[in-house]
């Protein structure tokens, strides 16, 4: 079964530093994976995508993740935070195969950004 | 420019009552999905539909039934409430074209089961 963790529950940040959201994936076969953002009483926001390709994606307002096939990873970042991106943020993984109902999400990430 | 619109948007019901959640796009999407999101849990998907007049099961979809009698609506049901469906509800959809998982999401439904 495909399954993904975001080992950390918040990340705090000042802002104007870099930050990095963690998230491991498992999956059978090559994975499709996204982030996506939830600002506080709204729905998700998709952020970006990786389907193959650039190891280094880049995605909307300025986020970029990096793939990495040995570590089973798909970590968020973003070299300078804003007080503006403090939300909960999804990490999500699919087969190769199938629609989104086979998307799988993580339990999320708070991220804080302070002055 | 609405995207995706899920009415109510706050519901407060009591044990055994019935309700219908109502999730309507404008973007001509063949897919629809209702997730439902707990504390500590993520989104876990209750049912959806790749087309009109059809569904199907996800993840946890007892307790729930839905109906797509028009591409662009998506019904849910609760038959009789119960404490355990005290969730935020939402509804997303996805155009054709397999594995995007680019998903267009509702602002939320919360339901209160009392």
């Known amino acids: 079964a495909q399954s993904v963790a975001q080992p950390e529950d918040q990340v705090n940040v000042a802002e104007g530093n870099p930050l990095t959201v963690k998230c491991t994936y498992s999956?059978?076969?090559?994975?499709?994976l996204f982030w996506y953002v939830q600002y506080p009483n709204r729905g998700l926001q998709f952020l970006l995508k990786?389907?193959?390709?650039?190891?280094l994606v880049k995605g909307s307002y300025g986020f970029e993740a990096e793939f990495n096939k040995s570590q089973t990873s798909f970590h968020l970042k973003k070299p300078s935070a804003l007080v503006s991106d403090s939300a909960l943020y999804f990490c999500?993984?699919?087969?190769?195969?199938?629609?989104?109902?086979?998307?799988?999400f993580g339990t999320g990430t708070r991220l804080q950004v302070t002055l | 420019n609405a995207g995706v619109t899920q009415t109510p948007k706050f519901r407060v019901l009591k044990t055994g009552q019935s309700m219908t959640l109502l999730c309507a796009q404008d973007?001509?999407?063949?897919?629809m999905y209702w997730y439902r999101q707990d504390p500590g849990m993520g989104l876990r998907l209750i049912h959806y539909?790749?087309?009109?007049?059809?569904?199907a099961k996800g993840e946890v979809p007892d307790g729930y039934n839905v109906s797509r009698l028009k591409k662009q609506n998506f019904l849910l049901g609760l038959e009789s409430a119960a404490p355990s469906q005290t969730s935020v509800y939402f509804c997303?959809?996805?155009?054709?074209?397999?594995?995007?998982?680019?998903?267009?999401f509702g602002e939320g439904s919360r339901l209160t089961v009392l």
């Open positions: 973007m001509n999407h063949e897919y």
């Open positions: 999956v059978s076969g090559n994975p499709y």
């Open positions: 999500a993984v699919s087969p190769p195969t199938g629609t989104a109902s086979k998307l799988t």
């Open positions: 539909s790749v087309g009109e007049g059809t569904t």
């Open positions: 997303a959809s996805s155009g054709r074209g397999p594995n995007t998982g680019e998903l267009f």
């Open positions: 990786y389907i193959t390709g650039d190891n």
